[in-house]
Structure formats: C-alpha cells, structure tokens
Nanobody, 126 residues
C-alpha cells in the first residue's frame, strides 16, 4: 500500500505560480512512474503530467506544456509539479498517482494508476 499526500495548492492570481508536492509513504515510489491529474467541477479527471520511474522521461498534456514541470526526488519519496503562468482554466483539484507496474514509463490513462492522493485545490483569480 502506498499513501499519497498532495500539498501546495491554493488561491493564486492568473499568471502566478505554485509548487505542488506529492509525498508518498508506506512504500518507496522510486521504481514507479508517477502522474499528476486534475479534475475541474463537472469535468472528467484528466492527465496533466507524468514522469518515468527513473525521471528520464516526462510527458505533458498539450494544455500545460511549457508552463508546468514535473520532477521527482526519490530520496524524499516525493514528486513535484511546478505550475507557472497559471490560467483560469487551470483551476481544479490536482491529484498525484502511482503507476501499477514498477519500472514503467509514463501513462496517460488514469486506469494505469493504482494509488491516488486526496488532491489539492488550485484556485485562480483573474
């Protein structure tokens, strides 16, 4: 079992930045690809960014490319999402998740992820 706790969300003005963190406990995540997803009210949960178990491969949704950066610190069992140049449409609850299979690369399909955090709210003021 893996427990994930996201933090770092909040209220920020359009154009601002946040650093979201996802701290894992119960098991090392160093051999698992990780993903960040988000869900806005009335919408489905969507892929935002992912990072392979080694950190050597990253993938981003087109909507966030060049604005968001995913990274990981395996020594701290933590994954980060730096979100810059925030837009009103970025407002959502952001979730991190652990891929089911170890030593795998990034997956865009949320069904490929086994464990999820409770989410952190990102609110954008215009």
């Amino acid at each position: 079992q893996v427990q994930l706790v996201e933090s770092g969300g909040g209220l920020v003005q359009a154009g601002g930045s946040l650093r979201l963190s996802c701290a894992a406990s119960g098991r090392t995540i160093s051999v698992y690809a990780m993903g960040w997803f988000r869900q806005a009210p009335g919408k489905e949960r969507e892929f935002v960014a992912g990072i392979s178990w080694s950190g050597g491969t990253t993938n981003y949704a087109d909507a966030v490319k060049d604005r968001f950066t995913i990274s990981r610190d395996n020594a701290k069992n933590t994954v980060y999402l730096q979100v810059n140049s925030l837009k009103p449409e970025d407002a959502a609850v952001y979730y991190c998740a652990v891929r089911r299979r170890p030593y795998s690369t990034v997956a865009l399909d949320r069904n490929e992820y086994a464990y999820w955090g409770q989410g952190t709210q990102v609110t954008i003021s215009s």
